[in-house]
């Protein structure tokens, strides 16, 4: 099949008639653009800044802007991919195939079945900083973030009732944070006054206390020894370490020395050697890193609580007001009282979806802050075919995948949202008529009267959860793959009844009509479709 070719691109080299602007960035001026400097069959990449008049538009690459003509419709935010077809006597852009199948492709193509983010994540926990020299610290850190904002979403859907006791997953990073935040401020204080060589003193004290957290090894639930197995060869190694610190507590300094010794060792630092901030801060964020696979081996707040009253733990880098606040159930709630609905926003927002309308828009803040840019930054500066390096490939086309989705549906009046939560094999939010039910006034958007969830886990398979708001109430449908399971989710109905506290639900009613999510946005992504929710008779 031969793919059909766009109609080349024409650079304006004369004054720029203004228009009206449709885009986010600032508006083109009429005269003086800087062009680059173009060379037939250079290759670039370009963003729509603005649309002009006449079908004239606004592209930037590289810090430069430049005006076109174009007989194809672009759009604000779009990123091409161009390639200089002449520049005598006037210079033209071909746009290449990986735009213009972006056009041409009425409905999309997943190379896999599986949509979730998980993997990629799973392996970047598996790696030191140190080990990812070419990527920034702003995208790390990004990328941080966004596994632990996953978390929170998985804790926020756990949340326990007001009274009820908190999971590690509430309090654990909230305790750890507090003390490597005093850790720090200790560490910069001390290497500001010239006293490096008691650094590695304040990081074993800090160690201590930080072993004295966590379970012991005999302690341990079956549940929770087989969940161990499963950490990576890494995280075991450091829950041996910090037991062993435990167990030798009360022990002279002596005997904790050689557990010390290794521990550092295994954080590339090495306790006799030179301590300095360049070598310290990458080491305390691969540990801080590493604890978080283990919080589940946490001790329950009545038993950390009684550490204070014991005056076990001594760095004084968490105190007893602290830890309180911490492990009440106001302090310790997931997303510090942020709601499901929120911290899921925020998540999504931090997927980078919208990266490409940031970047036109000037907004380089927020747009170093998202997953798609870390993953661009690392991909573009791998220094090897790693397996780290080649699942952020992967990943990223996912993301890409959700952005043309989003594009495609929007066509037709509907908005897909994509759920990057670790425990979905498959997760959309859909809309349907999405311009008619949440109105045109930007930040007056009411909520939606009808919309479902395409969900695939496991061991439920796929399920469509379809919410219909009328009258006074809620209406909720669920559609699964077989009788079975409908007669499961089924035994949860008073529960879920209950659980829903901001309106009345009228009814929930169980059938067996599920559909692969993939497949469900796939073919809503063609003209012409059925509605996903029927809400007439």
Do not use: C
């Not at 850790?183 to 910069?188: R, T």
């Not at 747009?367 to 573009?380: D, I, Y």
């Not at 949202?417 to 425990?423: I, K, R, Y």
């Amino acid at each position: 099949m031969t793919m059909k070719t766009l109609p080349p691109l024409s650079v304006i080299t004369r004054p720029v008639s203004s228009g009206t602007q449709t885009g986010l960035g600032p508006k083109p001026v009429a005269a003086g653009l800087e062009l680059p400097a173009f060379s037939p069959g250079q290759t670039l990449r370009a963003v729509v800044v603005a649309e002009n008049a006449a079908n004239q538009f606004t592209l930037e690459t590289g810090g430069s802007r430049f005006a076109v003509q174009s007989k194809v419709p672009l759009s604000p935010g779009q990123a091409l991919n161009l390639q200089v077809l002449s520049t005598d006597p006037k210079i033209e852009l071909q746009m290449t195939e990986d735009t213009a199948s972006r056009y041409f492709s009425r409905s999309l193509a997943s190379t896999g079945s599986n949509q979730d983010l998980s993997s990629f994540f799973t392996l970047l926990r598996q790696v030191a900083p140190s080990q990812l020299p070419n990527l920034s610290a702003s995208s790390l850190q990004a990328l941080q973030q966004f596994a632990h904002l996953q978390q929170q979403n998985v804790d926020s859907a756990q949340q326990p009732a007001t009274g009820q006791t908190l999971s590690p997953g509430d309090y654990g990073p909230k305790l750890v944070q507090r003390i490597f935040t005093q850790l720090g401020e200790q560490m910069a204080g001390l290497f500001a006054a010239g006293k490096d060589q008691a650094v590695p003193g304040a990081v074993k004290a800090a160690l201590s206390d930080i072993a004295l957290l966590f379970q012991g090894k005999g302690q341990l639930s079956q549940a929770a020894a087989s969940q161990l197995d499963q950490l990576t060869p890494q995280a075991r190694q450091l829950f041996e370490s910090i037991s062993l610190l435990q167990q030798n507590s009360n022990a002279g300094q002596g005997a904790k020395e050689a557990i010390f010794n290794q521990l550092l060792h295994n954080l590339q630092l090495q306790p006799e050697g030179a301590w300095s901030v360049a070598n310290s801060a990458p080491a305390l964020g691969s540990l801080k890193s590493g604890l978080a696979e283990l919080f589940f081996l946490l001790k329950g707040p009545e038993n950390l609580l009684q550490l204070f009253s014991t005056g076990s733990l001594r760095s004084g880098l968490l105190t007893q007001a602290q830890a309180e606040a911490i492990l009440s159930p106001q302090g310790g709630a997931a997303g510090a009282g942020k709601t499901g609905g929120e911290l899921l926003q925020q998540l999504v927002g931090r997927l980078g979806l919208n990266l490409e309308g940031m970047l036109a828009a000037g907004n380089r803040q927020d747009a170093v802050q998202t997953v798609k840019f870390a993953l661009m930054e690392l991909v573009q500066n791998a220094a090897s075919e790693s397996k780290l390096a080649e699942s952020g490939k992967q990943t990223l086309n996912t993301l890409e995948f959700f952005q043309l989705t989003q594009l495609q549906t929007a066509r037709q009046d509907a908005l897909v949202v994509p759920l990057p939560l670790p425990f979905l094999d498959q997760g959309y939010l859909v809309v349907e008529d999405y311009k008619d039910q949440s109105g045109k006034g930007g930040g007056d958007r009411e909520m939606p009267k009808h919309f479902s969830l395409f969900l695939k886990l496991r061991p439920l398979g796929n399920l469509k959860i379809e919410f219909v708001f009328g009258g006074d109430g809620l209406y909720i449908r669920f559609n699964s793959e077989s009788k079975e399971v409908s007669d499961f989710l089924a035994a949860f109905k008073d529960e879920l009844k209950s659980a829903i506290t901001d309106t009345l639900v009228h009814g929930v009613s169980f059938a067996e009509n599920s559909e692969d999510p993939l497949a469900a946005v796939l073919k809503k992504s063609r003209a012409g479709e059925e509605p996903f929710i029927k809400t007439q008779a």
